[in-house]
């Protein structure tokens, strides 16, 4: 097969690493364009890219194969925000009726398994684009050769430490964070539990709507950009989530090592606020993968107990603490106003194992870090993740407090931030909390899935079909991330040129998306002409479908409906 490039003139050239010949025009006995002929090569590999993610994508869908790989091009091509399930059936790239919609999602099967082994193969690497990999050129100044050289003498546990600390440009870095899929009305749903939804007050001032959650693991780039690879996603639930959330992170380390994708150094997982980080660290000992969990304020860790010679007593069961608090709490702790109304005057924090001053940064002007080595948390035997355990672990990591001058928008921080670090060796203080500012890549994702592609527009009533909704905009979102170096920039007449230093946003990709598909085809199969089935037989009835209570509403008394008269209607 021929494969014409865009070139005037006439001639034969091979595309290089391929041995394939492909036509090139050029003028007689002028030497073809190096810049015009490297970026067709670019942009015939990226289609050769796609076009196979695209084929293993159609392997992976078990059952209603073609109705699903159908869906998800109509959530790309759409040119406007998914707002419901019917109006893809009436996107050109979807050739089924209405009927087939709802039915792949109701009978389709998805290989789990499969989606997600393709998706940690293929996505990692596509995160960091040209521009990512040209900053990163210009800040990783270690010198390899010198650091083998210095490594030589060293033990092997130790010099792989020092490899895995000094491997930052190298690192995959993943953000794993939760989203809500409110469904408040759906009284008919199983598995509903109030969820949180910062969006929300369905419940005071708790912000927790009823609907279902789902936990995302994402890979995100060393350049601060809009773009996530996800790469995994669970339903949780409030009983099983730091048990399912550890099962996620040891499957994706599983994956990446069958892809061959972090060999060189371990992977560092990132988690928010509302994670136990004392249950991540036990759950995750001895894995290949580092973790920073930021912390909620007064959180309290201890080092390592005092020892000494001679018997004086009973042995001390920790050192010093170091409380997570600022210095006015310190002060205010004497007279009742502190956290939790503390009148105990509190003992100063020690001084820190480590310092980092950053001036006059770009967004967030004087930035100082301070770490305190080798602190672990105090554990609780008769709850949580520890219940039932007979004997603790004491798990060592790092705290660290970051401090700033100013936020990107100049407005002054409220707070300070805590982070704890835990793993198989120390990492720097300036990756520990620029990894951190990179986590909130993900939300990016997360706005794109739920305000473009229509995450929670679906109106499904199982949740098993809410489960293969979230893969399908996985899928298509992965699609996305493949072809942004093939996209244009179809801006609006009021919108602003885009960097070119950074990549196109993921909305003006999708924008591009139905042109870059004419180019690829579909490997779904053509849809059959059919009629309409005979129908539910005349006089029979399913009955009312049944209604599901939320958790500790069984003995709610439920108030009947009252008819509306013309003094309660509103005006």
Not at 44 to 59: D, Q, V
Not at 317 to 340: I, M, N, Q
Not at 435 to 443: K, S, V
Request: some cysteine; hydrophobic content about 40%; proline content about 9%.
């Amino acid at each position: 097969m021929l494969h014409t490039l865009p070139r005037p003139g006439s001639g034969l050239q091979t595309l290089p690493g391929t041995g394939q010949v492909l036509p090139l025009l050029c003028p007689a006995g002028r030497a073809p364009d190096p810049g015009v002929f490297t970026a067709a090569v670019a942009r015939y590999r990226a289609l050769e890219r796609l076009r196979e993610f695209r084929s293993r994508l159609y392997g992976c869908l078990a059952r209603r194969a073609d109705a699903l790989f159908e869906l998800a091009d109509a959530v790309l091509c759409a040119d406007h925000a998914v707002a419901s399930l019917v109006q893809l059936c009436l996107e050109p790239e979807f050739t089924r009726g209405h009927g087939s919609l709802y039915d792949a999602l109701s009978a389709g099967r998805i290989d789990d398994e499969q989606l997600f082994s393709l998706l940690a193969s293929e996505l990692p690497p596509a995160v960091d684009g040209p521009q990512a990999r040209a900053w990163i050129a210009e800040h990783d100044v270690i010198d390899r050769g010198i650091l083998e050289k210095a490594l030589s003498g060293l033990p092997a546990d130790d010099a792989a430490r020092v490899r895995d600390a000094c491997a930052r440009w190298s690192r995959l870095r993943f953000a794993v964070d939760a989203t809500a899929y409110p469904r408040p009305d759906a009284w008919c749903s199983p598995g509903r539990e109030h969820v949180h939804n910062g969006a929300c007050h369905c419940k005071g001032s708790s912000k927790t709507a009823p609907g279902w959650e789902y936990q995302f693991t994402a890979a995100i780039g060393h350049l601060r950009t809009a773009w996530a690879a996800l790469l995994d996603v669970a339903r949780t639930t409030p009983a099983t989530r730091t048990a399912q959330t550890i099962a996620q992170v040891k499957n994706v380390l599983r994956r990446l090592r069958a892809a061959g994708h972090g060999r060189k150094a371990s992977p560092l997982f990132i988690f928010d606020a509302g994670y136990s980080a004392a249950a991540l660290a036990d759950g995750l000992l001895g894995c290949p993968a580092h973790i920073l969990v930021r912390l909620a304020a007064g959180s309290v860790f201890y080092a390592g107990p005092v020892t000494w010679e001679g018997k004086y007593g009973r042995p001390p069961r920790r050192g010093a603490a170091v409380h997570c608090l600022e210095p006015a709490d310190f002060a205010a702790a004497s007279d009742g106003s502190g956290p939790r109304g503390r009148k105990k005057p509190l003992p100063l924090n020690p001084e820190p194992d480590e310092e980092l001053t950053l001036p006059d940064t770009p967004l967030y002007g004087t930035v100082r870090a301070e770490a305190w080595h080798r602190v672990h948390p105090l554990i609780h035997g008769d709850r949580g993740w520890f219940a039932g355990r007979k004997h603790l672990p004491v798990l060592p990591g790092t705290l660290v407090h970051v401090t700033v001058e100013q936020l990107p928008d100049g407005r002054d921080p409220h707070r300070a931030m805590w982070l704890w670090h835990s793993g198989p060796g120390p990492l720097s203080l300036d990756e520990l909390w620029r990894a951190y500012l990179a986590r909130f890549d993900i939300e990016h994702a997360f706005k794109l899935l739920k305000g473009t592609l229509g995450l929670t527009a679906a109106k499904v009533r199982a949740p098993e079909q809410a489960d293969r909704w979230a893969r399908i905009l996985m899928a298509a979102h992965a699609q996305l991330l493949l072809a942004r170096p093939l996209a244009g920039d179809l801006r609006r007449p009021w919108e602003k040129q885009p960097d070119p230093a950074r990549p196109l946003a993921p909305g003006r990709v999708r924008r591009g998306f139905r042109n870059i598909r004419r180019e690829l085809g579909t490997p779904a199969r053509v849809a059959k002409p059919s009629r309409p089935g005979p129908g539910r037989p005349k006089g029979s009835s399913k009955g009312p479908a049944p209604r599901h209570l939320l958790p500790g509403e069984a003995d709610m008394p439920r108030t009947a409906n009252t008819t509306l008269t013309r003094k309660k209607v509103k005006t």
